[in-house]
């Protein structure tokens, strides 16, 4: 089993809809989990982090983090052509020290 | 804005040559990271600095890979010999502190490596 797994995609919404980005873990243990947004040929750019359980709103972006599930998702609302991207999740594991991240999802805005 | 530097952008090499990487993490940050992303994966841990010591190398083939960052500052990444399973994307990242729930990388631009 991976440490972190996302569906690779390509997640495809249309312009305007909100796109789902889900991500599930498998260290009970870890504390906190990260979503980058990463642009084909370009580094990864940190969108937000979550830590306690719940939603995280940021503009456009809620994070949402259940541990007893172990899985952490982003939500993108009025999704853009320009939020085309590969969103990965990253969670922070070995005892807080490492961050893994997962194979990331293409999500594609069409108009 | 600080950034963190990584310098070539793109390097072609031949296998069995030698190449480095270079990284400048944003001023003050003492953890510095080196990753490997392949195409279609994630980036991958290569080795993680505190200042000038290793707190992770677990997964740098250390027989071909080296990493230092003597004065606790800037890094460099090497590779000899290079093989054709080394073309990937080499990405730097720095942060301020690790281990905390706040914890936050930044990356730099990344070099990516085509080895022919």
């Known amino acids: 089993q991976k440490e972190v797994e996302q569906n690779s995609g390509p997640l495809s919404v249309p312009e305007g809809a909100i796109a789902s980005l889900n991500c599930t873990y498998s260290d009970r243990g870890s504390q906190s989990f990260f979503w980058y947004r990463q642009y084909s040929g370009k580094s990864p750019e940190l969108i937000m982090f979550i830590y306690s359980n719940g939603d995280k709103e940021d503009g456009r972006f809620t994070a949402q983090l259940n541990k007893a599930s172990q899985y952490v998702s982003l939500l993108i609302r009025d999704s853009q052509p320009s939020d085309s991207a590969t969103y990965l999740c990253a969670v922070l594991t070995g005892g807080g020290n490492k961050l893994t991240f997962g194979t990331g999802t293409q999500l594609k805005v069409e108009l | ?116």
């Open chain 2, 1 to 116: 804005e600080a950034e963190v530097a990584q310098s070539p952008r793109y390097k072609i090499t031949e296998k069995s040559q030698a190449v480095a990487f270079w990284c400048d993490p944003i001023s003050g940050h003492a953890t510095l990271y080196w990753y490997r992303q392949i195409l279609g994966q994630g980036p991958e841990l290569l080795v993680q600095f505190q200042d000038e010591s290793v707190v992770d190398d677990s997964q740098l083939p250390k027989d071909r890979f080296s990493a230092e960052r003597l004065k606790g500052v800037d890094s460099t990444l090497k590779i000899q010999p290079a093989e054709l399973g080394d073309s990937a994307m080499y990405l730097c990242a720095s942060s301020l502190i690790f281990g905390t729930p706040s914890y936050e990388q930044y990356f730099g631009p990344g070099t990516r490596l085509t080895v022919t």
